[in-house]
């Protein structure tokens, strides 16, 4: 009896260091919010997971993937477009934000339409203008390859590919996209140090930005306004589209500032292009909204004080997240048959 | 899950080795819960060329799929017995996913069977889910995330729609747009349970000039909701 506990402890121990190594919550880090003991990450689920985010067999014209609009090289956000391009060249809705600690949020997109990760990647496989496909296709895209069958073999071992093992693979690999290892964290950690002004905008970002933009994650979670106004062309009323309470209009999910000096352009819409723009606005250009709480009304600060602000901003860069080679393009997807690309 | 499902081998021989080991007769399908979807006591089955005449209107039904879960029986207001991972898809055009088998014990009395209409809010936000869950049957809303309870589609004269096609599309499983609904029926205690859904009742609640096509969470799902709700009835014994 007091073997098979020992064993059973070990067993364990194995295990859970074993998933350690596919997934670290990073020191000072909360816990993550994605229950993992209903898709416990492993490295061939997460390899497959990967392939299928750098693959256009996702789209119906087999030409965009989900990498198309998250690139690696922008923090898996979409380079330079204000709102995204999809299939066809067809022009989005919203500005594609970028992909990174996603273990930590239990709402997805600017409004929170999806409400588990593992469901994310059925929205843009579907919509007419980003990858203009079914899951039910893609299924059968897949099955047909020589490729996939053996990776979803080796991953879940079962050759026939279904819904559930599809999203749940595409839900591993983004789990696994964490950014912790910025200046900022070196400076938490004791390992850097901060300049004056450095110094001076993390001060000035604790005072003014915290309560939306919260560390370590740099978002509350929550639904905000931060009192842009409405572009009157998208009409996109924001958290309300989903909740239908008159309170959420014009409300979106915070965005992390995490890796923000590569996730231009910025806000829902991509309205600004700069983090000077950026500034202007929350000193100069907050609309007042009656159903808000914060930010009532524009931050007074100097020219400097919002430099300063943008110097701490930049210390947010993770170069080894986005330099990762286990998160960039996988080789086993130059192995498929090159009629079936 | 659904009798029409494969059930995979380890399960199947964990199964018969559960019942030696405990001498009962714990036999898959030990009980049927079949559902009827019927107009004018007609089974419904969709197509593009049945038409349905209801007060004047003419209707064809192209699309009739359901979830049931959470499938139990009572006794005297205690649940006496409850299905495991208790989740159907029913689809009106396979008669086999319209049979239920449920491996009740032997000597279950009751006198209540009770299901829910729709999944509930627990299982939606705990990730993908397989087999009758998977989103690839095309009852899950992709950009809003959510399962769609009950789906019937098809063409009416009454429809506001160019090409008078309707789409009710009723889902939504949050406070206060939810539409998950749990219904109770006195039965007698027996090894087949016929249950009628009759369809021709619920059409009059479907407002097909102001609302032909209903696909996200909202009141008037909830409405639609409550009168599913009251659709269902016992045909045997």
């Given at each position: 009896m007091r073997k098979q506990i020992a064993f059973l402890f070990l067993l364990s121990f194995l295990l859970l260091s074993y998933q350690a190594d596919l997934f670290q919550t990073p020191?000072?880090?909360?816990?993550?919010?994605?229950?993992?003991?209903k898709n416990p990450l492993d490295s061939a689920k997460i390899e497959l997971g990967r392939a299928l985010f750098y693959d256009?067999?996702?789209?119906h014209n087999l030409k965009i993937s989900c990498a198309s609009c998250h690139s690696p090289y922008n923090a898996f956000a979409h380079v330079d477009h204000a709102l995204s391009h999809g299939i066809d060249d067809r022009i989005g809705k919203r500005n594609a934000p970028a992909l990174f600690n996603?273990?930590?949020?239990n709402r997805f997109m600017w409004d929170g339409a999806i409400h588990h990760l593992d469901v994310q990647a059925l929205a843009p496989m579907s919509h007419p203008d980003e990858m203009g496909d079914t899951l039910a296709h893609v299924i059968a895209k897949l099955q047909a390859t020589t490729l996939y069958p053996s990776l979803y073999e080796k991953a879940?071992?079962?050759?026939?590919?279904?819904g559930e093992h599809t999203l749940k693979a595409i839900a591993q690999f983004l789990l696994?996209?964490?950014?912790?290892?910025s200046k900022y964290d070196s400076v938490l950690r004791h390992q850097a140090t901060f300049t004056d002004q450095e110094n001076n905008g993390y001060k000035l970002f604790q005072q003014?930005?915290?309560?939306?933009?919260?560390?370590p994650l740099f978002t509350n979670g929550e639904f905000e306004s931060n009192g842009l106004p409405p572009d009157t062309f998208l009409q996109d009323k924001g958290r309300m589209a989903i909740t239908?309470?008159?309170?959420?209009?014009?409300r979106f999910k915070v965005p992390s500032l995490r890796n923000i000096e590569f996730?231009?352009?910025?806000?829902h819409d991509g309205r600004f292009k700069q983090l000077r723009e950026v500034l202007q606005h929350y000193s100069g250009g907050i609309q007042t909204d009656?159903?808000?709480?914060?930010?009532?009304r524009s931050i007074p600060l100097k020219d400097n004080e919002k430099v300063d602000i943008i110097a701490f901003l930049l210390t947010l860069s993770d170069r080894s997240f986005m330099f990762n080679p286990k998160f960039?393009?996988?080789?086993?997807?130059?192995?498929?048959?090159p009629q079936e690309k | 899950m659904a009798f029409h499902s494969i059930i995979s081998a380890h399960r199947l021989r964990f199964k018969m080795l559960l019942c030696l080991l405990l001498g009962?007769?714990?036999?898959?399908?030990?009980m049927i819960l079949q559902f009827h979807p019927r107009f004018h006591q007609q089974t419904v089955l969709p197509n593009d060329s049945t038409r349905y005449i209801l007060q004047g209107d003419t209707l064809m039904i192209q699309s009739l799929k359901w979830y049931i879960s959470s499938v139990c029986f009572l006794k005297q207001g205690h649940v006496v017995w409850q299905e495991d991972n208790s989740y159907h898809l029913l689809d009106?055009?396979?008669?086999?996913?319209?049979i239920l088998a449920l491996n009740t014990p032997d000597a279950l009395s009751f006198d209540q069977v009770q299901f829910v209409l729709g999944i509930d809010s627990s299982t939606q936000s705990g990730g993908v889910m397989g087999?009758?869950?998977?989103?690839?049957?095309?009852?899950?809303?992709t950009w809003q995330?959510?399962?769609?309870h009950f789906k019937m589609e098809g063409i009416s004269n009454?429809?506001?729609e160019r090409d008078h096609s309707f789409q009710y599309h009723v889902g939504g499983y949050q406070y206060?747009?939810?539409?998950v609904q749990t219904i109770n029926l006195p039965v007698m205690n027996a090894k087949h349970l016929q249950l009628a859904m009759d369809i021709d009742e619920l059409l009059p609640s479907m407002d097909m000039k102001a609302h032909p096509h209903i696909m996200s969470p909202g009141v008037e799902a909830v409405r639609l909701s409550e009168k599913i709700k009251s659709i269902f009835k016992v045909l045997t014994p």
């Open positions: 020191a000072g880090f909360p816990k993550p919010v994605y229950d993992f003991t256009p067999i996702l789209s996603l273990a930590w949020h879940f071992g079962d050759r026939n590919i279904t696994t996209l964490v950014s912790a290892n003014h930005c915290s309560s939306c933009h919260t560390e239908h309470r008159k309170e959420d209009s014009l996730t231009f352009p910025y806000m009656v159903h808000r709480d914060k930010l009532q960039a393009y996988p080789k086993i997807l130059f192995q498929k048959d | 009962y007769g714990l036999q898959s399908g030990a009106a055009t396979k008669p086999t996913s319209l087999v009758d869950l998977d989103p690839v049957q095309g009852m899950y809303w995330s959510g399962y769609i009454r429809s506001s206060p747009e939810n539409t």
